[in-house]
């Protein structure tokens, strides 16, 4: 989640893009009707004891897929000592009794619920995997990577439907070192080697380059490389994203990001070039399409937005109201929606983080509220996701989509309320196997919108949370 930096405040009011526009006939006829969902749930997924009651969460609200990061040193043997232990590391067998157990039941029970896996295989290292410093990050063997690539290839081949390579590996707390972007070209080793070691074991899913953070800062050692910049390092291209040295094209189908926006909301653009937000994913497009032209990428490379959430209160310093968590978070979805490229839409978190003062990589970004296990209206909005765009003359532009749907088509209700009286009914709207709905309609000062659901397999009626025009 990247930290909000007080030079940027002004910009809102330069970047105030109206959402009428990102609603136009022309943006809908090249949208990603078939956009999929992952939810990250690392706490209740890893980490419980059971993955089973958040996995019934996540099947419940209609996502498609989950997604898990395989960190190597939870699974590698004498991940504290420095140095290597005699094993098979391309045999899932020869790790140590239980390694993979959290795994197994994550993925297991995803796929028993119908659910999709979505996998990151990513550090720390062992720290007998990391020669320079032996602390996990710095300079992680690529040939030793690939070998545990192998394995997890052998234990989950047929189980994962997309897999990606090193979480975040643009942020020097998870890869190192920063200085002068040498991560960016230890990152291209261990992709490229992580990528022949999944190959070699005959897994034929997609695998994706990038799982990108997306704002750069200055920070020493614990900072973050702007994305595209970063990105140029790993492909060998100079800042005209030209060739700028003899490197061959990186094998990959799709490029995987984390397009996080501060508190301004998904319209807020970085005023840094080689960042990547929600509302500026355009740019990842063209800087893929530049690479591809340059020799370094395959061409028209798929985008998996594959880490996004809205940070809400209570955290004060960098989060939203909970209402505006939900219409952000619905807003932001529609944006990766009208690209024709993206490919996947994510949720992160289910839970918000246990609240730790002063602690940095803290998330309040999920779906419940960690004190008291309580639904946020983004709960209800994720299921049903609803934006108004505020027009002319009181219209206004409505997209919603019915996530559980899963190729039924069906209909639902639209209701109001104004300022006085409670809510009513307003149409009913037909909606399609994809599960996505557009009209136009009009509006009023102080008047909420929302929508009502009745989910024809079990009769259960939902309400999306309440919303207002933007």
Not at 156 to 163: A, D, L, Q
Not at 169 to 179: S, T, W
Not at 223 to 249: E, M
Request: net charge positive; proline share 7%.
């Amino acid at each position: 989640m990247p930290k909000e930096d007080a030079h940027v405040r002004h910009r809102i009011l330069l970047v105030a893009v109206s959402l009428i526009a990102l609603l136009l006939p022309a943006a809908l006829a090249d949208a990603s009707s078939r956009q999929f969902t992952t939810v990250e749930a690392p706490s209740e997924l890893l980490y419980s004891g059971s993955p089973n009651a958040a996995l019934d969460t996540i099947k419940d609200l209609g996502a498609t897929a989950i997604r898990v990061q395989l960190i190597w040193s939870q699974v590698a043997p004498d991940p504290d000592a420095t140095r290597a232990p005699s094993f098979n590391q391309t045999d899932p067998n020869a790790y140590p009794a239980g390694a993979w157990a959290r795994w197994d039941a994550a993925i297991d029970g995803a796929r028993a619920r119908g659910l999709k896996v979505y996998l990151t295989i990513t550090g720390p290292a062992p720290r007998w995997a990391t020669a320079a410093k032996r602390d996990g990050l710095t300079k992680p063997d690529a040939e030793a990577f690939s070998k545990f690539a192998s394995a997890a290839g052998r234990r989950y081949g047929s189980k994962v439907s997309w897999w990606s390579i090193w979480n975040e590996p643009n942020l020097g707390k998870l890869l190192k070192p920063i200085k002068g972007l040498q991560s960016a070209t230890i990152y291209r080793q261990l992709y490229l080697q992580a990528y022949s070691g999944l190959r070699s074991v005959g897994v034929h899913a997609p695998i994706l380059l990038g799982e990108l953070a997306p704002i750069g800062n200055t920070f020493r050692d614990q900072g973050t490389i702007h994305p595209l910049q970063f990105l140029r390092k790993v492909l060998c291209l100079d800042s005209r994203w030209h060739k700028s040295r003899k490197c061959g094209k990186v094998p990959t189908q799709g490029f995987a990001m984390h397009p996080y926006t501060p508190r301004f909301g998904p319209t807020f653009q970085p005023q840094n070039r080689d960042d990547v937000t929600i509302g500026v994913l355009s740019r990842l497009v063209k800087a893929l399409d530049r690479a591809a032209k340059a020799g370094a990428l395959p061409r028209r490379l798929p985008v998996y937005v594959s880490e996004f959430g809205v940070q809400s209160y209570p955290d004060t310093q960098f989060g939203v109201r909970l209402a505006t968590q939900s219409d952000f978070r619905s807003i932001g979805e529609r944006m990766a929606w009208a690209n024709p490229r993206v490919k996947s839409f994510s949720q992160y978190l289910l839970r918000d983080d246990p609240p730790t003062p002063g602690a940095h990589g803290k998330f309040e970004s999920g779906l419940f509220l960690y004190k008291g296990d309580v639904p946020k209206p983004a709960y209800y909005g994720f299921r049903l996701p609803l934006v108004v765009a505020k027009g002319k003359h009181g219209h206004a532009a409505l997209w919603g989509f019915v996530r559980p749907a899963h190729g039924r088509a069906g209909s639902l209700e639209i209701q109001v309320k104004d300022r006085r009286g409670g809510w009513k009914k307003l149409a009913t709207q037909r909606y399609g196997g994809s599960g996505y709905w557009k009209r136009g309609a009009t509006t009023k000062p102080g008047r909420q919108w929302r929508v009502v659901w009745t989910d024809p397999s079990t009769g259960t009626q939902w309400a999306g949370s309440a919303t207002v025009a933007r």
